[in-house]
């Protein structure tokens, strides 16, 4: 049995409600956090996104991901959801390869985007193909105006 049929076991005994998946998987993430990472980190509710019953399979899917060996990896999710052309992988790459400041993204993050890519797939598709201009993000090849030439 996995973390989703023992949450829902768990809401049929009325000893927890949708989610407790992801708070649990939250608290494992913040135990391993430092006092000063700890107060920097934030986290959204994601009960109308994540956890709303119509996002059940995205859900599914992100159960199953919490359920995988340490170090969990988005590629080793079997037969993994696809949301308007991406999987959580894809997601995960794009979030990722664009932003050389980010540190780490926690799977309910991906899993939320492609919650956002079902709801608001021109708003999170701008979000996962955004790259910066030299004066955010630094000059260099992952720099926009780097691809048009605008640079030496």
Same mark, same amino acid.
């Given at each position: 049995m996995g973390s989703y049929e023992r949450e829902q076991q768990m809401i049929a005994d009325k000893t927890a409600s949708r989610g407790e998946t992801a708070r649990r998987y939250f608290a494992e993430l913040d135990s391993q956090l430092n006092e000063e990472t700890s107060h920097l980190s934030h986290r959204p509710d994601y009960s109308k996104t994540l956890f709303a019953p119509e996002n059940d399979d995205i859900y599914r899917e992100f159960c199953?991901?919490?359920?995988? +060996?340490? +170090?969990r990896h988005f590629d080793d999710i079997e037969d993994p959801i696809s949301v308007d052309g991406r999987t959580a992988a894809d997601v995960y790459f794009a979030m990722k390869s664009k932003n050389d400041r980010i540190v780490a993204i926690d799977g309910a993050a991906v899993y939320n985007m492609l919650v956002k890519l079902r709801t608001q797939p021109e708003i999170a598709n701008k979000v996962l193909n955004f790259r910066p201009t030299c004066y955010q993000g630094g000059c260099g090849s992952k720099d926009a105006g780097f691809d048009l030439g605008y640079y030496d």
């Amino acid at each position: 049995m996995g973390s989703y049929e023992r949450e829902q076991q768990m809401i049929a005994d009325k000893t927890a409600s949708r989610g407790e998946t992801a708070r649990r998987y939250f608290a494992e993430l913040d135990s391993q956090l430092n006092e000063e990472t700890s107060h920097l980190s934030h986290r959204p509710d994601y009960s109308k996104t994540l956890f709303a019953p119509e996002n059940d399979d995205i859900y599914r899917e992100f159960c199953a991901f919490v359920d995988l +060996p340490e +170090p969990r990896h988005f590629d080793d999710i079997e037969d993994p959801i696809s949301v308007d052309g991406r999987t959580a992988a894809d997601v995960y790459f794009a979030m990722k390869s664009k932003n050389d400041r980010i540190v780490a993204i926690d799977g309910a993050a991906v899993y939320n985007m492609l919650v956002k890519l079902r709801t608001q797939p021109e708003i999170a598709n701008k979000v996962l193909n955004f790259r910066p201009t030299c004066y955010q993000g630094g000059c260099g090849s992952k720099d926009a105006g780097f691809d048009l030439g605008y640079y030496d």
